[in-house]
């Protein structure tokens, strides 16, 4: 691994821990020498990156790094086009609903709008991105690609079997089961998979013409609120907003189509091998 994605990988770690991490605490989530990763941090405070407080000697982020990101959506558009139909969203259903991008091979978080209605709220993790096989978001996508591409993705991204919630998938064919029921309502749901006590639905955004997703929408909030008669009640305003989304997905650089190595061959290929999936035995 090269210093540069060393080094991205820092910043993408200490995203997640606002307080800061150690040194040593740094060094060992990411499988880094202490030594190198002792450079990599030097390097990073040169840069306004990061700080290091003298007292604890942990190491938090700097501000400088959040205002790119904020300057990155702004620029993009991203707050002016979707913010308003996140927050309609919220408003509606009383919870959390939340924004992810496709990029690459990754779904990324980028936008949230938090009800004000309920005094119970969902406060997910800070992570950037998504976890495939647990989350309605993650499944959600996952459902719109053929499943020799599903298969690829979680196996890069790696099964988890500890620190996520009791009904989480534990191997592909349970994956497979919620994956094809996605397929099915056009939507995904889960409950009590990616964290305890907590349940979520999420459905693909499209860009007008275009069949491949470009990022997904959900709605989450405490399982005691989230029922499966209550999700149903939201899925057609979920679906709603996502079309929404799609149309204002045109006018923002940041919902690009998903691009892969393999090319324009590559994507034909994966959607004739997904609309074969979907066409009915004869």
């Not at 086009?81 to 996140?86: F, Y």
């Not at 591409?149 to 790696?158: A, D, F, N, S």
Request: with cysteine; proline share 5%.
């Amino acid at each position: 691994m090269s210093s540069r994605i060393r080094a991205l990988a820092i910043l993408e770690l200490l995203a997640q821990f606002p307080a800061g991490l150690a040194l040593r605490d740094i060094a060992a989530r990411l499988a880094i020498p202490i030594s190198a990763t002792d450079r990599l941090l030097a390097g990073l405070a040169d840069g306004d990156f990061v700080t290091i407080d003298q007292g604890s000697g942990l190491i938090r982020l700097r501000v400088r790094l959040a205002a790119l990101g904020l300057a990155y959506l702004g620029a993009s558009g991203i707050t002016d086009l979707v913010q308003p139909i996140l927050d309609d969203l919220a408003k509606r259903t009383g919870e959390l609903v939340r924004l992810a991008v496709v990029e690459g091979d990754r779904l990324t978080w980028v936008a949230k709008s938090q009800s004000t209605r309920s005094g119970l709220f969902y406060t997910p993790d800070t992570g950037t991105e998504v976890y495939l096989p647990a989350t309605a978001n993650g499944q959600a996508w996952l459902a719109c690609l053929p499943n020799s591409e599903v298969q690829r993705l979680v196996e890069k991204q790696g099964i988890k079997t500890s620190g996520i919630g009791p009904n989480a998938p534990h191997d592909i064919d349970s994956l497979r089961f919620q994956v094809e029921l996605a397929r099915a309502q056009n939507f995904a749901t889960v409950t009590e998979a990616y964290e305890i006590g907590t349940s979520a639905i999420a459905t693909a955004i499209r860009r007008r013409g275009q069949g491949m997703p470009v990022g997904t929408v959900s709605v989450a909030g405490p399982t005691i609120r989230m029922t499966a008669s209550r999700m149903a009640e939201i899925s057609p305003w979920l679906l709603s907003s996502a079309e929404e989304l799609g149309a204002a997905a045109a006018s923002s650089p940041l919902f690009a189509l998903p691009r892969r190595a393999g090319g324009d061959a590559e994507r034909t290929a994966l959607r004739e091998e997904l609309s074969a999936q979907r066409r009915p035995e004869r």
